[in-house]
């Protein structure tokens, strides 16, 4: 048996091996966990009434209910950003909450903050990107049992 032929039966090598990430793939996943945390943090204040939350939307004019949904959706999105079938509709989610906070920022409170938000959008539009397949997936799942159930009617 010659080397090359050897080398090509080798029990070291498994027959199907995983494929490997990309560089750019194992940065998102790291970008989805710590966007998932910046979020989830993010919402607590609102969620639990903290007076620093309820100063900055009193002075933007905004009730508690406001406050209250926004911590919502921000701890809504962070938990759907971990699970893979939904990262993309989470990322494209806060595509839309960034958006608006960088609009608030510029007209309601201190228009240096708006960067940050204009930056997040770049990120969560990479993620939402990157999840294309995912939530193809997931379309594809939510249209087959809307079938299902009107069929079933």
Known sequence: ???SSAAAVSPAAPATAPPRRSRASVALTAARIVLALFFGLSAVPKLVAHESAVESFDRM???SGAMYTIGGLELAGA???????????????????LAGASIVQLTLLDPPNAVMPALLIAVVVLI??????RTAELVALVRGRGRTRRAGQ
């Open 79 to 97: 938990v759907a950003l971990l699970i893979p079938l939904l990262s993309g509709v989470a990322a494209m989610a806060f595509a839309g909450l």
């Open 128 to 133: 939402a990107r990157d999840r294309r397949e």
């Open 1 to 3: 048996m010659s080397e």
């Open 61 to 63: 004019g905004w009730s």
